[in-house]
């Protein structure tokens, strides 16, 4: 039997490549893009907003925590673009612990601990006051 690798019969691989899917490195080339652009704009918008931070004169010897914008393309199921994403997120990996911070706190609490303070308040029958 001869197969087509004996008989040095090769099928070509194709590659394509969507440049308009790409994500930028950096935010100057994020804003020549129009859809980044917006994206961009809605972020930050959303950020002053929230009032998310606040202004502080910075201390003596010591140095200001850097940003840096990350870009990210959501795509549907058959490659198209669903959405493009946008955040612009602290490096906190330049801090040292004591002496750029002493504690950190996250008010996170998670959907199951609600539920089991719910759950006994109304099993010991306690009272919900407001205050």
Known sequence: MITQGKSIIFKPKVLIAELDNREPVDVYEALRHPAWRDVVQQEY??????????LQPL??????VGCKW????????????DRYKARL???GYSQTVGRDFSETFN????????RIILATTVMKKWVIRQT
């Open 45 to 54: 918008s959303t950020l002053m907003q929230n009032q998310t931070w606040e």
């Open 89 to 91: 997120v602290a490096k």
């Open 107 to 114: 008010p996170v609490v998670r959907a199951n601990t609600i």
């Open 59 to 64: 201390p003596p010897a010591r140095a200001a």
């Open 70 to 81: 990350l870009f990210k393309v959501n795509n549907k199921a058959d490659g198209t673009v």
